[in-house]
């Protein structure tokens, strides 16, 4: 169901207007991925969260908000997060946290980060870009180098820089 949801709302990733779509057009894309009603109620109730928790965060999907350097999206509640890697467009460094959320960055630029738990990384940018990862006090905590996947604890991760 997750890939439906993905697939369905995948056009959505930065584009759009200033503003964000009401409130009932996210419902409507929960509705035609395939979620109950309840599913639907709890993935608004995350975004809610989200957005209440990161100001510059803004919702441009069912599922889906634009962060800056890139985008979001969130795991619908209920659903298997499981372990297979994750699939990442050309160019951008996608992340995979415990809870399922996802995190694409395309910019270069340092971001705040607020996954949590242990996931997966797709590092699909131009070989040879190297991605770093900061601690809360701004310290290199590691790096990798594209073109690389693997899996990481994102708990002590404050900070992405993708290139």
Known sequence: MVAAVVALLAGQLLVGSASAAPASDYAAQAHAAGLTATQADALQDRVDDFLASHPAARQIAADRLAIPGGAVTLDVPGTDVGVTAISCSSGWLCIRDGYGDRYDYY???????????NGEFNNNQSSGTVARFYNENGSLRWTNTAKDTGTASWTPVW????C
């Open 107 to 117: 910019y270069c630029g340092l971001y705040e980060f607020w996954g949590i738990g």
């Open 159 to 162: 900070f992405v820089r993708p």
